[in-house]
């Protein structure tokens, strides 16, 4: 461990870093600990970015969805495939080195990275699988047996009794700050999910390093925010971390984002303010003590989870320099704070907004909205909005008159039109940050409806697997089985002939992809559920299970997951869908706004510059040229930071919904980028894809 002294106010304050960074790598997730996207180097320029080209491709043998920005350490290129298994490359070629397993079977679970820690000779990639945290040697990809139990310790640890048997696991890679490591989790979204506590684990032996409670217990600050039988009824959970954290090593700080507490769309049984859930969460990071904090959405009932870890920014205002912390929203506004109390550094109005139409919900009277910076995607959708290039315009104005719509609105019977949509505003890939104080962000304009129903209604007449699936599956999958595949959902009427029984058993406990697993459902209940879908008699099974287990606080339940499409699974709102933008944050204004991908089927019928749904980040080189993929069009493209002029694109193997990574080997400059599709109905991928100059 080297370790840095700076002298601040006549005192020493004394923090870690894990090495010393080269400008070269590409370090950490999202380029560094403060997750500026940016990188120093500058070989590839807006002149010669003509010259680019494939320089080599590494293809996994894992296809599907594959988020991985890969890290790049003095020549060497780590990541994880679409399985989540564990590899390395020789950056400058493409080789392989070593690659580890953590099973023998392979499971698509999502995950976006790993992390290096090094002190002295020892260099550790530390990474998830399931609700495991493993560590392996850097050099060999062995399994380091000394950390936890024999190689690995569980996620589980510091989350308590109501943690135990229900799903969880990690897709974002672990915050190290000196010998720690503080990692993200993901848990169900509904009634009966583990509870979110934020895990610091020590990176040498695996032991928990302290916990933070992100539904404060009895006598801690915030639990009068919430019910006082939280923790002991066993419905609420979540108010986790999953997007990653960002450190700021100077103050040993370390801002974390939250998401909702389940369940996501009904509060009856979490009545309050909900804090820590929907909170930029300033900790300690030695400590996990908290410093401040700022909740960004009071009870949460519309699953407006805070998406990427913040950027850490220098900005001038009002004649001086400012430190900020800023976190993008789902709901597409931008909040600014500074880093030391969490004053919001541009003004924020906390606004009234409408109560709930159910008698058992009571929704926050108030919401906190920026004035600056202003949002980076339409906040409502009026009839003006609505596609006129739809074969389905009629029909689409129709239903939109039929929703309930507006800021903030309370989901109820009726249906309700959330915008910008479930997944962004901005999303997980986050923003670009220059040292000129310009901020660089994607975002996507596709509204969800929304809609909850009584949870007795109807249920009696279901028995056994039936009953299971309408509990369980039906959410995302719908009564009837059909899905919603233009939303992400697919059809379960055929799953009989893609599955075995075991595959189908496997898959329902662990889950892949956007599906979380259920282990917590009972054996008795799993047979019934996969006898349901495949068609087979019904046995009975007399067992309720956990995942949408109801209480009387639980009166109401999500219907199911809509987005405002059109029979070609286009959005019912006029383009663009998707959008990059640029933000001055010295001023709060934008510099500029540019579609960010394009339809085919639009563009061959003249409706250019039409955007496409987008995952993944930018990132930003000291040259000026922004690179991004995202876009279902499986594209990868560079913008000119100054404008947003698209100064080059390519085609790319599957479209990456991932976020790319550069750095310098042998004196040569590559970006690299995961391709691996499968998202929004593309095709699927395996390919890690290099670009370099031509020589």
């Given at each position: 461990?080297?370790?840095?002294?700076?002298?601040?106010?006549?005192?020493?304050?004394?923090?870690?870093?894990?090495?010393k960074?080269?400008?070269?790598?590409w370090?950490?997730?999202?380029g560094?600990?403060?997750?500026?996207?940016f990188?120093a180097l500058?070989?590839?320029?807006?002149?010669n970015i003509?010259?680019?080209?494939?320089?080599?491709?590494?293809?996994?043998?894992?296809?599907?969805?594959?988020?991985c920005?890969?890290i790049?350490?003095?020549?060497?290129l780590?990541?994880?495939?679409?399985?989540?298994?564990?590899?390395?490359l020789?950056?400058?070629?493409?080789?392989?080195?070593?690659?580890?397993?953590?099973?023998?079977?392979?499971?698509?679970?999502?995950?976006?990275?790993?992390?290096f820690?090094?002190?002295d000779?020892?260099?550790?990639?530390?990474?998830?699988?399931?609700?495991?945290?493993?560590?392996?040697?850097?050099?060999t990809?062995?399994?380091?047996?000394?950390?936890?139990?024999?190689?690995?310790?569980?996620?589980?640890?510091?989350?308590?009794?109501?943690?135990?048997g229900?799903?969880?696991m990690?897709?974002?890679?672990?915050?190290?700050f000196?010998?720690?490591?503080?990692?993200?989790?993901?848990?169900?979204?509904?009634?009966?999910?583990?509870p979110?506590f934020?895990?610091?684990?020590?990176?040498?032996?695996?032991?928990l390093?302290w916990?933070?409670?992100?539904?404060?217990?009895?006598?801690?600050?915030?639990?009068d925010?919430?019910?006082?039988?939280?923790?002991?009824k066993?419905?609420?959970?979540a108010?986790?971390?999953?997007?990653g954290?960002?450190?700021?090593?100077?103050?040993?700080?370390?801002?974390?984002?939250?998401?909702?507490?389940?369940p996501?769309?009904?509060?009856?049984?979490?009545?309050?303010?909900?804090?820590?859930?929907?909170?930029?969460?300033?900790?300690?990071?030695?400590?996990?003590?908290?410093?401040?904090?700022?909740?960004?959405?009071?009870?949460?009932?519309?699953?407006?989870?805070?998406?990427?870890?913040?950027?850490?920014?220098?900005?001038?205002?009002?004649?001086?320099?400012?430190?900020?912390?800023?976190?993008?929203?789902?709901?597409?506004?931008?909040f600014?704070?500074?880093?030391?109390?969490?004053?919001?550094?541009?003004?924020?109005?906390?606004?009234?907004?409408?109560?709930?139409?159910?008698?058992?919900?009571?929704?926050?009277?108030?919401?906190?909205?920026?004035?600056?910076?202003?949002?980076?995607?339409?906040?409502?959708?009026?009839?003006?909005?609505?596609?006129?290039?739809?074969?389905?315009?009629?029909?689409?104005?129709k239903?939109y008159?039929?929703?309930?719509?507006?800021?903030?609105?309370?989901?109820?019977?009726?249906?309700?039109?959330?915008?910008?949509?479930?997944?962004?505003?901005?999303?997980?890939?986050?923003?670009?940050?220059?040292s000129?104080?310009m901020?660089?962000?994607?975002?996507?304009?596709?509204p969800?409806?929304?809609?909850?129903?009584?949870?007795?209604?109807?249920?009696?007449?279901?028995?056994?697997g039936e009953?299971?699936?309408?509990?369980?599956?039906?959410?995302?999958?719908?009564?009837?089985?059909?899905?919603?595949?233009?939303?992400?959902?697919?059809?379960l009427?055929?799953v009989?002939?893609?599955?075995?029984?075991?595959?189908?058993?496997?898959?329902?406990?662990?889950?892949?992809?956007?599906?979380p697993g259920?282990?917590q459902?009972?054996?008795?209940?799993?047979?019934?559920?996969?006898?349901?879908?495949?068609?087979?008699?019904?046995?009975?099974?007399?067992?309720?299970?956990?995942?949408?287990?109801?209480?009387?606080?639980?009166?109401?339940?999500?219907?199911?997951?809509?987005?405002?499409?059109?029979?070609?699974?286009?959005?019912?709102?006029?383009?663009p869908?998707?959008?990059?933008?640029?933000?001055?944050?010295?001023?709060?204004?934008?510099?500029?706004?540019?579609?960010?991908?394009?339809?085919?089927?639009?563009?061959?019928?003249?409706?250019?510059?039409s955007?496409?749904?987008?995952?993944?980040?930018?990132?930003?080189?000291?040259?000026?040229?922004?690179?991004?993929?995202a876009?279902?069009?499986?594209?990868?493209?560079?913008f000119?930071?100054?404008?947003g002029?698209?100064l080059?694109?390519?085609?790319?193997?599957?479209p990456?919904?991932?976020?790319?990574?550069?750095?310098?080997?042998?004196?040569a400059?590559?970006?690299?980028?995961?391709c691996?599709?499968?998202?929004?109905?593309t095709?699927?991928?395996?390919?890690?894809?290099?670009?370099?100059?031509?020589?």
């Open positions: 461990m080297r370790l840095l002294a700076i002298l601040i106010a006549g005192h020493f304050l004394v923090y870690a870093c894990t090495r960074q080269n400008p070269k790598d370090p950490e997730y999202l560094g600990p403060e997750r500026s996207h990188s500058d070989q590839i320029t807006k002149e003509k010259d680019l080209e494939v320089a080599w491709v590494y293809n996994s043998g894992d296809s599907g969805v594959w988020q920005n890969p790049v350490i003095d020549g060497t780590y990541s994880l495939t679409a399985a989540s298994e564990a590899f390395a020789e950056a400058a070629t493409g080789k392989e080195k070593w690659r580890f397993a953590p099973s023998e079977k392979k499971n698509f679970l999502k995950n976006r990275g790993v992390a820690w090094q002190k000779d020892d260099k550790r990639i530390l990474f998830s699988y399931d609700e495991w945290l493993y560590a392996l040697n850097a050099e990809g062995e399994v380091i047996r000394t950390f936890g139990e024999d190689g690995k310790v569980s996620l589980r640890t510091g989350l308590g009794e109501n943690g135990k229900k799903y969880l990690s897709r974002t890679p672990g915050t190290i000196e010998d720690l490591i503080i990692m993200p989790t993901v848990m169900m979204e509904e009634a009966g999910a583990a979110g934020l895990q610091a684990f020590h990176v040498k032996t695996g032991e390093a916990v933070f409670h992100t539904i404060p217990r009895k006598g801690e600050f915030g639990a925010t919430w019910p006082e039988d939280v923790h002991t066993g419905v609420v959970g108010a986790n971390n999953w997007t954290m960002t450190v700021d090593y100077k103050r040993g700080m370390i801002y974390v984002p939250t998401g909702s507490a389940a996501d769309f009904f509060g009856g049984s979490r009545k309050g303010q909900n804090l820590f859930a929907n909170t930029l969460l300033a900790l300690d990071a030695r400590t996990g003590k908290r410093k401040w904090h700022y909740q960004i959405i009071r009870h949460d009932i519309w699953d407006m989870d805070l998406p990427s870890p913040p950027n850490l920014m220098t900005i001038r205002k009002d004649g001086r320099e400012r430190e900020v912390v800023v976190q993008q929203t789902k709901k597409g506004y931008i600014v704070f500074d880093r030391d109390t969490g004053e919001p550094v541009f003004p924020v109005e906390e606004v009234k907004v409408p109560a709930s139409p159910i008698a058992e919900e009571e929704a926050w009277p108030t919401q906190p909205i920026p004035k600056l910076p202003l949002p980076i995607a339409r906040q409502e959708i009026l009839e003006s909005d609505l596609n006129i290039h739809s074969p389905d315009y009629d029909s689409l104005k239903v008159h039929s929703y309930r719509k507006g800021k903030y609105l309370p989901v109820g019977e009726v249906p309700t039109m959330v915008t910008p949509g479930l997944m962004g505003g901005a999303e997980w890939g986050g923003a670009a940050v220059d000129d104080g901020l660089y962000v994607n975002s996507n304009e596709v969800w409806i929304l809609t909850l129903r009584p949870t007795s209604e109807g249920e009696a007449q279901f028995s056994g009953r299971v699936y309408r509990n369980t599956c039906s959410t995302c999958h719908g009564p009837d089985r059909l899905g919603n595949p233009a939303s992400g959902f697919p059809s009427v055929s009989k002939e893609k599955l075995s029984h075991d595959d189908l058993a496997n898959l329902i406990s662990r889950g892949r992809g956007m599906m259920f282990p459902l009972s054996a008795s209940d799993k047979k019934a559920l996969i006898g349901f879908l495949f068609g087979e008699k019904e046995e009975g099974s007399g067992e309720d299970p956990i995942h949408g287990q109801t209480s009387p606080a639980d009166a109401w339940t999500f219907k199911g997951y809509t987005k405002f499409l059109d029979r070609e699974g286009r959005p019912g709102i006029l383009p869908w998707g959008r990059f933008t640029a933000i001055d944050m010295n001023t709060g204004q934008q510099k500029w706004q540019v579609p960010l991908g394009e339809i085919p089927s639009y563009k061959a019928r003249g409706i250019p510059n955007g496409t749904e987008n995952y993944g980040g930018p990132i930003l080189t000291a040259s000026g040229i922004l690179f991004i993929a876009t279902e069009d499986a594209k990868f493209r560079a000119d930071k100054e404008n002029a698209l080059w694109e390519t085609d790319v193997p599957a990456a919904f991932s976020t790319p990574s550069t750095f310098e080997v042998n004196g400059q590559y970006v690299v980028l995961s691996g599709g499968t998202t929004l109905g095709k699927k991928g395996d390919a890690l894809v290099a670009f370099k100059l031509k020589k």
